[in-house]
């Protein structure tokens, strides 16, 4: 199993940046691939980005060329960009883990651009 707990969300307006982290601790040697996931008020959550182990990343079209995410052994990180009123969510860490990919999820962090 894994635990995550991400920091770095806040208020910040429109046009500006922030970065989330997530640390992974225990079972991550069979973590697949790490990501984020944001939910607004009324909607679905939503992938935003992901990184494999090898690399790879994928992003939402809403979020292409602002957002980046990156992976640094345990730790996920999404540095978020030209931030807009609608990027406000509570963003998710999530992991895929193990041989057949079960979800993990953090507790979540509230992002929100408002001016």
């Known amino acids: 199993q894994v635990q995550l707990v991400e920091s770095g969300g806040d208020l910040v307006q429109p046009g500006g940046s922030l970065r989330l982290s997530c640390a992974a601790s225990?079972?991550?040697?069979?973590?697949?691939?790490m990501g984020w996931y944001r939910q607004a008020p009324g909607k679905e959550r939503e992938l935003v980005a992901r990184?494999?182990?090898?690399?790879t990343t994928n992003y939402a079209d809403s979020v292409k060329g602002r957002f980046t995410i990156s992976r640094d052994k345990s730790m996920v990180y999404l540095q978020m960009n030209s931030l807009k009123p609608e990027d406000t969510a509570v963003y998710y860490c999530?992991?895929?883990?193990?041989?057949?990919?079960?979800?993990?999820w953090g507790q979540g962090t509230q992002v929100t651009v408002s001016s």
């Open positions: 990184i494999t182990t090898v690399g």
């Open positions: 999530n992991v895929l883990w193990g041989p057949i990919n079960d979800h993990y």
């Open positions: 225990g079972s991550i040697f069979s973590i697949n691939a």
